[in-house]
């Protein structure tokens, strides 16, 4: 493996543009190709089967492009994947699951926290069953939001219906005396300030973005794969639907317009 | 082609069971096979090029099963791919967009209606250009309401953020004097009482599935291939995904319970 090939994210759309945004920061020498997903998005209301076959899929493609790190930006498929990955590629592979949780853990004073994600996420069990692995003591409430995803999409990040929705899904933590929530699902930190508001203001809001672009340094640096090269590097972007409907979205995920997106067929 | 044979119907999840209940009712000695390609859904916010795709995927597993009529249950599907069906195929197809102008047509005394639709569906321009061609004195306003799918499959149907999601895609609607309003997506008989409170009880809401089932009875009369057996024939569900999901809403939106669905990878 040569220090200068690329690191490669997947998503189910455009919410793990979130974590590609600080990989882009911290790790600016490197090459990065983002897959999105789009044309079976979302995958947060499908079957295990269905979302092993569609990770599957969109990890050959990547692992074709020679990608030397593997980021699973998408906990829905990192909850079913993430293992069965780790332990067949040749490459390292990082998953958004594990960075949520190490963030999470570093972040709850009381050990009373919430986990918030899409359907197939908190069914999974597994970001519960790994936080119980690693501290014991956490208490963790679990919450699928469903129609977040479809709102975030949409756009309607500010609509009252979605403020509605949001009270309708965390009603029930305002009597747990949690101190912070795990935004398990990349999509969420768009409606960060929602969240935020019916949660209270004292309650940390944890996302992994950040712990997956340091996770992924350190995995390079310890391999001495780190690029070498001192220039800003190009980014891929690949879409399996539309790229008009990818690079607006993108846009407003990463908050820089982008350049080329390419179509893919999987 | 043997009068045997069973009719197809397809669509990208469980709304077409709104078709398939009316053509239960009205050919009840005829077999019926029900495909639902709920690991893809939804259709409505892709591309015309991803729906084509899948589309196709489902006809050529209904072709195999050797159907003598296809229908299809889906606008979406139906908007883009239509034509290309009828040309094609060696059976005849019955789209419900046809069926659903049909009925339009019938029903509008002003000649002010609206259509509600997908994304998809609606920027496609299909359903308007074809009532355009059938009766061009009529005026139709098109509106697309991409949230009320995710709503309905959540069984969200009489939430409070849902009466607001509809009075926000239906508001500009209350000053165009219509008469009629086409629900033009198979799920939207699902929240119908919604649609009917935000537009005035005077509105006429317009379903393709009474008229679908008669189009497909005329149909086979034309050609001598109805069924000449006395008895109920059983029904097959085939589903892309999670066959207890599927189960599920199909008992929402039969009206009574299914009970062999049969898991298909297209």
Redesign the interface.
């Known amino acids: 493996m040569t220090p200068d090939a690329p690191i490669g994210l997947f998503d189910s759309g455009v919410g793990g543009l979130t974590i590609m945004r600080s990989l882009m920061r911290q790790l600016p020498q490197e090459k990065l190709i983002y897959l999105g997903d789009?044309?079976?998005v979302p995958y947060g209301?499908?079957?295990p089967?269905?979302i092993i076959?569609y990770t599957l899929d969109c990890v050959n493609f990547l692992i074709k492009q020679r990608i030397k790190l593997l980021v699973v930006a998408c906990f829905t498929a990192s909850s079913h994947v993430l293992y069965l990955l780790q332990e067949t590629l040749p490459i390292p592979v990082i998953g958004v699951i594990q960075c949520g949780i190490e963030e999470l853990t570093r972040t709850t004073r009381s050990g009373r926290v919430a986990i918030l994600g899409t359907t197939s996420t908190i069914h999974s069990g597994i970001i519960q069953s790994l936080l119980q692995q690693r501290s014991p003591l956490i208490t963790a409430f679990s919450i699928a939001c469903?129609?977040f995803v479809?709102?975030i999409?949409?756009g309607?990040i500010e609509?009252?219906?979605?403020m509605?929705?949001a009270r309708?899904y965390l009603a029930s933590l305002k009597t747990e005396n949690i101190d912070s929530a795990l935004l398990a699902c990349t999509h969420y930190p768009m409606i960060r300030s929602i969240i935020q508001e019916v949660l209270g203001k004292d309650i940390a809001l944890v996302e992994p973005a950040m712990s997956c672009a340091r996770s992924a340094q350190h995995t390079l640096a310890q391999k001495g794969w780190l690029n070498q090269q001192n220039q800003k590097q190009d980014c891929l972007f690949y879409t399996?639907?539309?790229t008009e409907?990818f690079r607006a979205s993108a846009h407003q995920f990463l908050g820089f317009p982008i350049e080329t997106v390419r179509p893919i067929?999987l």
Chains 1, 2 share one sequence.
């Open positions: 789009t044309a079976r209301n499908k079957s089967q269905a076959r469903p129609l479809p709102f999409e949409e309607l609509h009252p219906a979605l509605l929705m309708h399996t639907d539309d409907k067929d």
